[in-house]
């Protein structure tokens, strides 16, 4: 079955670094996309970074300049690299694999996506 494994959350604090990582495992090929979204409580799930197969990087509004996405295809598998975080990253952070096509691709509407667990991310105000 095709999966996603997510690893690097955790607690961190206000100004400091994480790096998560997230590796697919099961057709990668049919992978066109890959990426990460979050979800903070009560809050809508947003667009952290998405990467295409042929380099198209999307940056959410809140975290460009920030993160930086980077990806391997023939391994299947995206790095998130975090920067000066603060309290507003809170949030569980999901890996994303967009596997429909490319004429479809919207990172703002992941529809044909897997998703990973959820990894969380806490960052100490």
């Known amino acids: 079955q095709f999966q996603l494994v997510e690893s690097g959350g955790g607690l961190v604090q206000v100004g400091g670094s994480l790096r998560l990582s997230c590796a697919a495992s099961?057709?990668?090929?049919?992978?066109?996309?890959m990426g990460w979204y979050r979800q903070a409580p009560g809050k809508q799930r947003e667009l952290v970074a998405m990467v295409t197969s042929g380099g198209r990087i999307d940056y959410g509004d809140s975290t460009e300049g920030r993160f930086t996405i980077s990806r391997d295809n023939a391994k299947g598998t995206v790095d998130l690299q975090m920067n000066s975080l603060n309290p507003e990253d809170t949030a569980v952070y999901y890996c994303?694999?967009?596997?429909?096509?490319?004429?479809?691709?919207?990172?703002?509407?992941?529809?044909?996506?897997?998703w990973g667990q959820g990894t969380q991310v806490t960052v100490s105000s």
């Open positions: 994303a694999a967009y596997r429909g096509t490319m004429s479809d691709y919207d990172p703002r509407r992941p529809y044909f996506t897997s």
């Open positions: 099961g057709s990668i090929f049919t992978i066109n996309a």
